[in-house]
């Protein structure tokens, strides 16, 4: 086994490991390792972020409209401190991009051209900032390398290590080589999980990395997960992988359903076809359930402006619109079939609880980007957030791990937690018989990915799912089989989303109100009498606990009415 030492390891190289990493080197810390088990900069859902960067600038923008705007689409469930503190960064952060060499969208006068997409209205404009999707990772990788970070790219990080003199301090982690199969030892004074959420390798675009491996080595290593019942649903064209809603929102496109009926303003009134993705969703099965599908998405509005900004921010995206045929000679087709796709918590939604040092409740741990609670957003905050909340996060657990270890030893490892562990790693290589990982994946999307499920919730097809997830936990995961070190990866992605199903689920079940992307047919109310809380995971001897955490509002800015009332989706669907 190879033994690797550093001062810092941060775990996960998209937007927010990057950020880590290069301000810890800028710190001065010598020893700065980012791992992934991708390639940084060419893998991962930041490398396919769809060109939006939701940014506050200041001398141009309303701070209170901003700030009251996040807390309200969070539904209160924000940290409002993270979330005034996400405002006041972000720009610098922003700032730093474009010195690195991140081409934003100006116009001719030097202005940030600024998009108005999800989460905008005449009334309350709240403006995205526009770049080529892709070039992002690029100069993050290439900002990374100049300032002399040491990437290992294709190496997956499996497992946390404790000190060996002190179970409540993490001193290093466990991992494998991709390509060759050899084991990592990292030893390192403090670590950064910075991996991203959990999508279920779902059919949304450029998902399937996104496996909930921090999520889980950090609950596995005593740090409290929160949040994990609110979820991302995101939009797709119905016969490709697409991204970039934020874009087509804010350049006219419209949401139909089949009897040629724009629908868009009965679920949400103030911003129609520029609501937040939960609403969207929301809508799109409410109208299912109607009989008004399928739904199309109408590029009617769409002119040659139109046209080339699509171009410029989604240059990915637009050529498969090329491919399928749906732009030819400069136009876009007319109407395209539209639906509704499960993203797991990408973006926002569940993840390791972190204070405003980005610390997690084990010295030594951090956590940065998706790999967090989004305590900044809350549920959804005013969506196109988690490129931006990366950034700041990022730079924030950078800075902070940075004061942690200086003057510290160098740490030591437990021989036999690291025995253990190994054990625990190679376990689907050493199986005669078993089952494959794709059938395990496979058997959680069946579980959760019905609309039924995932979108209109109630507490006895949740508990339902449960029972499905939880068979799967004890009888089906303990006999994944891995041929080689590719299907080593896969197994021990395939156990990581059956723990975060079922915390997903009993988070789900948990919370007896509707609240945001939380939608409970039966409960249909949004209850600010009884929970105003979080939901916390912590696994105690091998078993995942519920709690929850009272949300001090009234200490925060911004105090809602302590009432009840009915969630918005439900008064339209006029459920009881």
């Given at each position: ?362 010295q030594g741990l951090y956590a940065a980007g998706d790999a967090t609670c989004g305590p900044a957003s809350g549920v959804e905050g005013f969506s196109a957030y988690a490129i931006p909340f990366a950034t700041t996060s990022g730079a924030r657990s950078g800075l902070a791990a940075s004061e942690y270890v200086r003057g510290r030893n160098d740490p030591l490892l437990d021989k036999e937690e690291v025995s253990f562990c190994l054990g625990e790693l190679l376990a689907p290589l050493r199986r005669r018989d078993g089952v494959e990982p794709d059938y395990v994946v496979l058997k959680v999307q069946e579980a959760i990915f019905p609309m039924d499920v995932y979108l209109l919730r109630h507490g006895k097809r949740l508990e339902q799912a449960l029972g499905k997830i939880c068979q799967l936990r004890d009888e089906i995961v303990p006999r994944i089989k891995a041929y080689d070190t590719h299907y080593l990866r896969m197994a021990l992605e395939a156990s990581n989303i059956v723990t ?77």
């Amino acid at each position: 086994m190879q033994e690797i030492i550093s001062d810092i390891l941060v775990i996960g190289g998209g937007a927010a490991g990057c950020f880590a990493a290069i301000k810890a080197k800028q710190s001065g810390i010598s020893k700065v390792l980012l791992v992934d088990k991708g390639y940084v900069g060419k893998s991962g859902c930041s490398k396919f972020a769809a060109g939006s960067f939701k940014c506050f600038i200041p001398g141009e923008d309303d701070f209170e409209l901003w700030f009251s705007k996040a807390v309200e689409e969070g539904y209160y469930i924000n940290d409002q401190i993270w979330t005034r503190i996400h405002l006041d960064e972000v720009f610098e952060r922003a700032k730093e991009l474009e010195a690195w060499g991140l081409n934003f969208l100006k116009d001719r006068n030097g202005r940030f051209q600024r998009l108005e997409g999800q989460g905008s209205s005449k009334q309350r404009p709240i403006k995205t900032m526009m770049f080529q999707g892709p070039q992002l990772m690029d100069v993050l990788r290439a900002t990374a390398r100049k300032h002399s970070v040491r990437i290992m790219d294709r190496t997956m990080v499996t497992h946390l290590l404790h000190h060996a003199n002190d179970r409540d301090m993490i001193a290093g982690a466990l991992g494998f080589d991709l390509k060759t199969g050899r084991q990592k030892a990292f030893k390192a004074k403090a670590i950064i999980l910075s991996a991203g959420a959990q999508a279920y390798k779902s059919h949304y675009a450029y998902q399937k990395m996104a496996t909930g491996d921090a999520h889980v080595m950090g609950l596995r290593a005593g740090a409290a997960i929160k949040n994990y019942e609110f979820t991302c649903h995101h939009l797709s064209c119905a016969d490709f992988d697409t991204t970039g809603m934020n874009v087509l929102q804010g350049t006219g496109a419209r949401f139909m359903n089949s009897k040629g009926e724009p629908y868009m303003k009965k679920y949400d009134p103030e911003y129609g076809d520029h609501a937040s993705m939960n609403r969207l969703s929301a809508a799109m099965a409410c109208e299912v359930r109607l009989g008004n599908g399928p739904l199309y998405y109408d590029f009617g509005a769409f002119d040659a402006k139109s046209l080339d900004y699509f171009k410029k921010t989604l240059p990915i995206m637009y050529k498969a619109f090329e491919r399928a045929g749906y732009i030819k000679g400069g136009k876009i087709k007319d109407r395209v079939q539209w639906v509704s796709v499960n993203m797991g918590n990408v973006g926002y939604g569940g993840g390791l609880d972190i204070n405003t040092r980005c610390e997690t409740s084990v010295q030594g741990l951090y956590a940065a980007g998706d790999a967090t609670c989004g305590p900044a957003s809350g549920v959804e905050g005013f969506s196109a957030y988690a490129i931006p909340f990366a950034t700041t996060s990022g730079a924030r657990s950078g800075l902070a791990a940075s004061e942690y270890v200086r003057g510290r030893n160098d740490p030591l490892l437990d021989k036999e937690e690291v025995s253990f562990c190994l054990g625990e790693l190679l376990a689907p290589l050493r199986r005669r018989d078993g089952v494959e990982p794709d059938y395990v994946v496979l058997k959680v999307q069946e579980a959760i990915f019905p609309m039924d499920v995932y979108l209109l919730r109630h507490g006895k097809r949740l508990e339902q799912a449960l029972g499905k997830i939880c068979q799967l936990r004890d009888e089906i995961v303990p006999r994944i089989k891995a041929y080689d070190t590719h299907y080593l990866r896969m197994a021990l992605e395939a156990s990581n989303i059956v723990t975060c199903a079922e915390m997903f689920l009993r988070a789900a079940i948990a919370r007896t109100e509707s609240r945001g992307s939380h939608l409970r047919e039966d409960y249909p109310d949004i209850d600010n009498t009884k929970w105003l809380k979080w939901i916390v995971f912590k696994q105690e001897n091998g078993e995942i606990v519920v709690s929850t955490e009272p949300i001090p509002v009234d200490e925060y800015p911004m105090k809602p009415e302590r009432k009840i009332r009915r969630h918005p989706i439900a008064s339209v669907m006029r459920w009881k």
